[in-house]
């Protein structure tokens, strides 16, 4: 869906996708799990890589940006 052609796995946009997709998923893992610290690093770590793929985005490319975003539902 967020890929530019057939078989696109590495632009700035998937990845973005597949980390959302990941953090929704661990979010309500912690609901139920609220001592799980081990995890919590770990959606740390994707929360920071998304945000770096997001910025490395908008420095490139702010139109595509700004579709992502609203696309994908993040307030920013």
Do not use: C, W
């Amino acid at each position: 869906e967020y890929a530019q052609s057939e078989g696109d796995t590495g632009s700035p946009e998937v990845q973005v996708a597949l980390l959302t997709a990941s953090i929704n998923h661990l979010q309500g893992h912690f609901k139920a799990h609220k001592g799980d610290h081990h995890s919590r690093r770990g959606l740390l770590r994707m929360v920071s890589r998304r945000r770096k793929l997001l910025d490395y985005l908008k420095g490139k490319d702010l139109a595509r940006y700004q579709d992502l975003i609203k696309r994908l539902g993040l307030r920013r």
